[in-house]
Structures are given as structure tokens and as C-alpha cells.
T-cell receptor, first 114, second 111 residues
Framework: DTAVSQTPKYLVTQMGNDKSIKCEQNLGHDTMYWYKQDSKKFLKIMFSYNNKELIINETVPNRFSPKSPDKAHLNLHINSLELGDSAVYFC?????????????FGEGSRLTVL | RKEVEQDPGPFNVPEGATVAFNCTYSNSASQSFFWYRQDCRKEPKLLMSVYSSGNEDGRFTAQLNRASQYISLLIRDSKLSDSATYLCVVNIYNQGGKLIFGQGTELSVKP
């Protein structure tokens, strides 16, 4: 029973297209995140939602728009895709109240922009 | 300057070796610290938390020096299965509980 699941796992698309990645967690956590891991393996935080409220919004182009319909879901929509958007996007969740710092990650969505 | 810095490696060591990874962080508001492990083409997973007094989990020992803003991870008696990338992570409470990852140190344990 997957705790944090992302779809799709692989996405190959052309520059200029719009695409979405979906994420769901069944752990009952109150906080969800999107991280981007580039070709240099650097894992950079993009957004975080706590109980559907945006609490972290890093310097990310406004072509990226997160949406959290409820605390178990956090989706990422990307408009006008560019070559530099190619990366692995990881969704993660945790319970901020426990302060353990343990993030539970999905398996990642590998986006390739041609 | 990056908020969390690590030597990217790779560290190539023989089985049985002891290897140490270092990490420095720049934000003095950082309040909790962790080591994560990421296998090739997999998601990161928590390896261990790092406590002020230092802590050990089997062959793994983590140390924290708040004055120097420095964290370390020591792996004793390396196994082939320890080959992975080790990520240093800091939790900055006053920034919405942001967890910042270092770029990771790659470890390759050879027979």
C-alpha cells in the first residue's frame, strides 16, 4: 500500500506544452511538498502546503502552479514547458506537528522536455 | 553560498573501510538536522536524525556542532549495500518548517 504516490512516473513532452503531475498521500500527514531534483542531483524545495494552505513558495517561475484540493493531495501544473524544466519532481509529505523531520517521498516523476 | 553544503564526492572505498561525510549549514536558525540516503534512481529516505549530543545507530554515527554549524556522518565497516548518495538535511523552523537538502555525497563501496 503506497504511502506517497505520484503520477505519472515518466513524462516526455515537447517544449511549450502544459503538463500536470499528481500526488496523493495516505499517511494522514498535514504537510505536503514538491521538490525538484536536477541533473546534478541537487534536491531543491519548490512549494509546501499545510492543510491546503501554501506556506512555502520558493523562487519558482510562475509557470509552475501547485494546487492542493485537500490535505491528502498536492498537484503540480506546469505551463509552457522549457528544456530547463527537465528533472525529477518529488512529492513528499510529513506531519509537522511531530517535528521528526521525516519526509516521506513519492517515487518521483521524471520529466523530459524535448 | 548554498544553505547546506557537502562534498559531492564520489567517495570510493573498499568493503570494511570507515568513511566520514561532512556538512556545513549557513542558517543559524536551523534547528533540527538529519541524514537521508538516496539510492540510484530512487527517492530519498531518512537514515537518521542528528542530535546535539551525537547519536549512533549500528554502524552509523552522527555528530552535530552548532557553534561551527557543522554536521558529520561516520560509517564504520562499510558494506557494499551502503553504496548510495548521502544527503545532509536541515530543518528551518522559522521558515515554515522548510527542510533544506545538501547536494549529497556519493559513496561507492567496492569488494
Amino acid at each position: 500500500d503506497t504511502a506517497v504516490s505520484q503520477t505519472p512516473k515518466y513524462l516526455v513532452t515537447q517544449m511549450g506544452n502544459d503538463k500536470s503531475i499528481k500526488c496523493e498521500q495516505n499517511l494522514g500527514h498535514d504537510t505536503m511538498y514538491w521538490y525538484k531534483q536536477d541533473s546534478k542531483k541537487f534536491l531543491k524545495i519548490m512549494f509546501s502546503y499545510n492543510n491546503k494552505e501554501l506556506i512555502i513558495n520558493e523562487t519558482v517561475p510562475n509557470r509552475f502552479s501547485p494546487k492542493s484540493p485537500d490535505k491528502a493531495h498536492l498537484n503540480l501544473h506546469i505551463n509552457s514547458l522549457e528544456l530547463g524544466d527537465s528533472a525529477v519532481y518529488f512529492c513528499a509529505s510529513r506531519d509537522r506537528g511531530t517535528n521528526t523531520g521525516e519526509l516521506f517521498f513519492g517515487e518521483g516523476s521524471r520529466l523530459t522536455v524535448l | 553560498r548554498k544553505e547546506v553544503e557537502q562534498d559531492p564526492g564520489p567517495f570510493n572505498v573498499p568493503e570494511g573501510a570507515t568513511v566520514a561525510f561532512n556538512c556545513t549549514y549557513s542558517n543559524s536558525a536551523s534547528q533540527s538536522f538529519f541524514w537521508y540516503r538516496q539510492d540510484c534512481r530512487k527517492e530519498p529516505k531518512l537514515l537518521m536524525s542528528v542530535y546535539s549530543s551525537g547519536n549512533e545507530d549500528g554502524r552509523f554515527t552522527a555528530q552535530l556542532n552548532r557553534a561551527s554549524q557543522y554536521i558529520s556522518l561516520l560509517i564504520r565497516d562499510s558494506k557494499l549495500s551502503d553504496s548510495a548518495t548521502y544527503l545532509c538535511v536541515v530543518n528551518i523552523y522559522n521558515q515554515g518548517g522548510k527542510l533544506i537538502f545538501g547536494q549529497g555525497t556519493e559513496l561507492s563501496v567496492k569488494p
